[in-house]
């Protein structure tokens, strides 16, 4: 098990935490346990504790409705959504927050391209009412309109969705490698310096 307080000192909202699980992973062995908690970690909220004593998660555990249903839901906000995975990408991620940015100005600029493009088509829509419209008061929707919505939305995902795959495709610079390159090359120079005796 693990037991898992804090001591409230934060002020206002501060010291609240929600605590959803806890993963540990033995470095040698690359095995995870998992402590699945799913409550508040505040006085004023939940049932009033502040400290916890998480058991070991079994299969069981790990596969309950509200755990999955949790976990999926975060994923799908921090990894799915674009325009949220610019907020929550989760740290471990090598899709960056700059290359989701950079996606969704792509779609967002594209978008207002196609819809320059088309702009003169539904103003003579406008002028050419159908039978095919609908209009909520001020509010006027040709089929004309719909269609042209459909294929610009279609338009736009298309290179969006061809960059998000370059973006989680390509690899990021290790900066690992280039540190221990940097390192090797100052110790040989210190090597070279030093008197031979």
């Not at 062995?29 to 502040?50: H, P, R």
């Not at 998480?54 to 409705?65: G, I, M, V």
């Not at 088309?118 to 509010?139: A, H, I, R, V």
């Amino acid at each position: 098990y693990i037991r898992i307080w804090h001591d409230n000192s934060g002020k206002g909202t501060s010291a609240s935490w929600f605590l959803k699980y806890i993963i540990v992973r033995d470095l040698q062995t690359m095995e995870k346990s998992y402590f699945i908690c799913q409550n508040w970690l505040a006085v004023e909220k939940g049932d009033g504790l502040i400290e916890r004593i998480l058991p070991y998660a079994d299969e069981s555990q790990k596969n309950q409705f509200s755990y999955l249903l949790s976990k999926q839901a975060y994923h799908s906000m921090s990894e799915g959504h674009l325009w949220f995975s610019i907020f929550s990408r989760p740290p471990s991620n090598k899709f960056t927050r700059v290359q989701r940015c950079t996606c969704c100005f792509v779609l967002l600029f594209t978008a207002m391209l196609l819809n320059i493009l088309y702009y003169d088509q539904t103003n003579e829509t406008k002028t050419n009412q159908t039978s095919g419209s609908l209009s909520f008061g001020p509010l006027y929707i040709s089929s004309q309109q719909i269609s042209i919505g459909i294929i610009v939305e279609i338009l736009s995902f298309v290179p969006s969705l061809l960059l998000v795959q370059f973006f989680r495709r390509i690899n990021p610079r290790n900066s690992h490698n280039q540190a221990s390159s940097l390192r090797d090359a100052i110790y040989k120079i210190k090597q070279q310096k030093q008197p031979i005796s």
